[in-house]
């Protein structure tokens, strides 16, 4: 199984400063046949289901704000937030979908500062 | 609107059985894999099962395999999961999510609600 780790466990950031989580996989994620990651990102806020936000590590899904960006390839991934709001306190998941079992990360929690 | 509807959940003892359901609203419904995921009270995300858009090809977590079966009505637009064995450790919210291509190697872009399993007795 890939498992997938992330970095810090929980985040406080003060509004409009900047937020960063790292993702880690156990194996690359990438298929070499068409060179592209199979990682995504997704926000839960409380009592909501989570939200897909990054798919190819780094393709904004429909709708989602400018000041989510996905970057990273292999193994290493990061979700950045560039200057973060109030409606962006949630938990951040990663998930690979290159291998079944597809799995997620453990979490990264972002609150305000 | 595309949505994502689940129903069946429930309070079940200790080797009973449930079968949850996926009403989903979208379009050209067979033409994209389906999951679910669970995530219990408190804890993070974890896929149980995926189908194929037609429905043929199934793959499971083996922490339920032999114990779920997942399936799909295509001219319903409908999604099951029959739970059998149920252990405490199944407790959870399950979510069902459309892939977003017909394979199962997607990233999940619509979730449901979700509906909550307790197994307990």
């Known amino acids: 199984d890939i498992v997938m780790t992330q970095s810090p466990d929980s985040l406080s950031v003060s509004l409009g400063e900047r937020a960063a989580i790292n993702c880690k996989s156990s194996q690359s994620v990438v298929y070499n046949s068409n060179n592209k990651n199979y990682l995504a990102w997704y926000q839960q806020k409380p009592g909501q289901p989570p939200k897909l936000l990054i798919y190819w590590a780094s393709t904004r899904e429909s709708g989602v704000p400018d000041r989510f960006s996905g970057s990273g390839s292999g193994t290493d991934f990061t979700l950045t937030i560039s200057s973060l709001q109030a409606e962006d306190v949630a938990v951040y998941y990663c998930?690979?979908?290159?291998?079944?079992?597809?799995?997620f990360g453990p979490g990264t929690r972002v609150d305000i500062k | 609107e595309v949505q994502l509807l689940e129903s069946g959940g429930g309070l079940v003892q200790p080797g009973g059985s449930l079968r949850l359901s996926c009403a989903a609203s979208?379009?050209?419904?067979?033409?994209?894999?389906m999951n679910w995921v669970r995530q219990a009270p408190g804890k993070g995300l974890e896929w149980v099962s995926s189908?194929?858009?037609?429905?043929?090809?199934?793959n499971y977590a083996d922490s339920v395999k032999g114990r779920f079966t997942m399936s799909r009505d295509n001219s319903r637009n409908t999604l099951h999961l029959q739970m059998n064995s149920l252990r405490a450790e199944d407790t959870a919210v399950y979510y069902c999510t459309k892939a977003s291509s017909s394979g199962w190697y997607a990233a999940s872009d619509i979730w449901g609600q979700g509906t909550m399993v307790t197994v307990s007795s």
């Open positions: 998930q690979q979908y290159y291998d079944t079992p597809l799995t």
């Open positions: 189908i194929s858009g037609s429905g043929v090809s199934t």
């Open positions: 979208i379009s050209s419904f067979r033409s994209y894999a």
